[in-house]
Every structure is written in structure tokens, then in C-alpha cells.
Nanobody
Framework: QVQLVESGGGLVQPGGSLRLSCVAS????????MGWYRQAPGKQRELVAT???????NYADSVKGRFTISRDSAQNTVYLQMNSLKPEDTAVYYC???????????????WGQGTQVTVSS
């Protein structure tokens, strides 16, 4: 089992910055990918950024050049540095971890509870 806890959300003015953190615990050794998704009011959840254990990253087009995803050396924490924030970035941000279940060989996703990011003047 994998448990995820996000932190770092809050209220920021346009053009400001925030850094989100997500700590994984439990069967974290089996995680091969972690990332961030977000869901704005009235919209579907969308991918923001992902990073594999080997360092392969991908970003949504809307955040390229502004957001940076990273993982620490222990690979149990993932960060999202968000710069040049815009009002349209306002959403609940969710941490995601993908792992292979040892008993079945199937992949499984774990999700955090989410952290609110509000960009407003």
C-alpha cells in the first residue's frame, strides 16, 4: 500500500510562485512514476506533470516553462515548483503515484487528498 500526503497549497497573486510537496509512504519502493494532476471547478481532472524513477518527465502544454517537477534522491518525495502563476492555474492539485503490485504484476495508482491552489489578486 502507498499513502500520499500533499502540502504547499495556498493563495497567491498572479505572477507569484508556490512549491507543492508530496511524501509517499508504505510500499514506496515499488513506485516507478509520480506526478501531479489538477481539477478546477466544473472541469475534469487533468495531468500537470509526471516524472519516472529514471528521470523522464512530461508536462502539460499549459504549464511548460512555468512549472518544474522533481523528486528527491530517496524517490519518496515529489515536488512541483510553480512559477508565473495565472488565475487559470486555480485548482485542487492531487499527487499521484503509479506502482506495480508485487502479488499480481499489475499497475496501480494511488492518490493524495489534494491541496488547494488559488491564484487571485
Amino acid at each position: 500500500q502507498v499513502q500520499l500526503v500533499e502540502s504547499g497549497g495556498g493563495l497567491v497573486q498572479p505572477g507569484g510562485s508556490l512549491r507543492l510537496s508530496c511524501v509517499a509512504s508504505g510500499s514506496s519502493f515499488s513506485i516507478y512514476g509520480m506526478g501531479w494532476y489538477r481539477q478546477a471547478p466544473g472541469k475534469q481532472r487533468e495531468l500537470v506533470a509526471t516524472r519516472s524513477r529514471g528521470g523522464i518527465v512530461n508536462y502539460a502544454d499549459s504549464v511548460k516553462g512555468r512549472f518544474t517537477i522533481s523528486r528527491d534522491s530517496a524517490q519518496n518525495t515529489v515536488y512541483l515548483q510553480m512559477n508565473s502563476l495565472k488565475p487559470e492555474d486555480t485548482a485542487v492539485y492531487y499527487c499521484n503515484a503509479r506502482r506495480v503490485v508485487r502479488s499480481t504484476g499489475q499497475e496501480a495508482d494511488s492518490w493524495g487528498q489534494g491541496t488547494q491552489v488559488t491564484v487571485s489578486s
